[in-house]
C-alpha cells in the first residue's frame, strides 16, 4: 500500500459481514452478496452467493485491489472462524 495514499471507503468491504446474516435478505459488501432464503418461520430453504460483475471490475481495476482482497479475505477467514 503507498503511505500516505487515502484509502476509498469500500476498502477491505468487498464480502458482506457473514456473522449477521439475516433470513429472507440479500446482504452485499462492495462486490458479493449472500441471499438468503426463507421458506418460513425461522427456518431457511437455502443460500446462494451473488456477484456484483460491474462493482467487481471495479475493484479490479482499483490500484488498492490486491491489499484491499487480502484484507477482505482475512476478516471472512476469521468471521468463518469464530461461527
Not at 7 to 15: N, V
Not at 33 to 61: F, M, P
Request: proline fraction near 6%; hydrophobic fraction near 35%.
Amino acid at each position: 500500500m503507498m503511505e500516505n495514499q487515502p484509502l476509498p471507503d469500500c476498502y477491505s468491504k468487498m464480502f458482506p459481514d457473514v456473522l449477521h446474516l439475516p433470513a429472507g435478505r440479500t446482504v452485499s459488501g462492495k462486490a458479493l452478496g449472500v441471499e438468503i432464503q426463507k421458506s418460513g418461520g425461522l427456518v431457511t430453504s437455502g443460500k446462494r452467493v451473488v456477484v456484483n460483475h460491474e462493482q467487481w471490475d471495479a475493484c479490479r481495476r482499483c490500484p488498492q485491489f490486491e491489499h484491499c482482497y487480502q484484507l477482505s479475505m482475512a476478516k471472512l477467514a476469521l468471521s468463518a472462524a469464530i461461527q
